[in-house]
T-cell receptor, first 113, second 117 residues
Framework: AQSVSQHNHHVILSEAASLELGCNYS??????LFWYVQYPGQHLQLLLK??????LVKGIKGFEAEFIKSKFSFNLRKPSVQWSDTAEYFC???????????FGKGTRLSVIA | GAGVSQSPSNKVTEKGKDVELRCDPI?????LYWYRQSLGQGLEFLIY????????KSGLPSDRFSAERTGGSVSTLTIQRTQQEDSAVYLC???????????????FGPGTRLTVT
């Protein structure tokens, strides 16, 4: 069965600090990988996705993620966070195609001034 | 066009009552998913519909949960004899359902917050 592990439950950063959120997955086949974000009071939004090709993917709002197949990892990064990045971040994986997503438990990011 | 919509946005019900939650996917999307988001369990898959195929019910937690999708569009998730542990946010997502990578992205609705008292 697929599983997703997010290493950090809650991360607190100052504005302009760099961010890296860890995500590892367990699955025996080829996967799609996603990061979703949920801002306070809002619904899940797609931040970025990886299907195939270049393992370094860029998403919205300056976020990027790198797929490292040998490590089963898909870590999320941003060079300089802003207060508006305060949100909960979910890593998700599914099998290739239109298949259900398996989510990590989420990482809450708090950015302080 | 419009995104995924869900109704009601909030539902409070008494233990033992039945509830119905509705999802309107993005027009033309053939794949529809239900998920549940709760404090203890995080985000969990419940059920998946793809076109006219039999749904994948592998995520339903008990036989009190069922879902249908009429006319390949609107879906209703029904929870019978609700229990307090059913309290959660129920999320619906849809994707265009095609064979190419561009059709695999899932778009989420705002969810229905269910509280069982």
């Amino acid at each position: 069965a697929q599983s997703v592990s997010q290493h950090n439950h809650h991360v607190i950063l100052s504005e302009a600090a760099s961010l890296e959120l860890g995500c590892n997955y367990s699955y025996g086949g080829t996967v799609n990988l996603f990061w979703y974000v949920q801002y306070p009071g809002q619904h899940l939004q797609l931040l970025l996705k990886y299907f195939s090709g270049d393992p370094l993917v860029k998403g919205i709002k300056g976020f990027e993620a790198e797929f490292i197949k040998s490590k089963f990892s898909f870590n999320l990064r941003k060079p300089s966070v802003q207060w508006s990045d305060t949100a909960e971040y979910f890593c998700a994986v599914n099998a290739r195609g239109n298949t259900p997503l398996v989510f990590g438990k989420g990482t809450r990011l708090s950015v302080i001034a | 066009g419009a995104g995924v919509s869900q109704s009601p946005s909030n539902k409070v019900t008494e233990k033992g009552k039945d509830v119905e939650l509705r999802c309107d996917p993005i027009s033309g999307h053939t794949a529809l998913y239900w998920y549940r988001q709760s404090l203890g369990q995080g985000l969990e898959f419940l059920i998946y519909f793809q076109g006219n195929s039999a749904p994948d019910k592998s995520g339903l937690p008990s036989d009190r949960f069922s879902a249908e999708r009429t006319g390949g569009s609107v879906s209703t998730l029904t929870i019978q004899r609700t229990q307090q542990e059913d309290s959660a946010v129920y999320l619906c997502a849809s994707s265009s359902g095609g064979v190419g990578e561009g059709s695999w992205e899932q778009y989420f609705g705002p969810g229905t917050r269910l509280t069982v008292t």
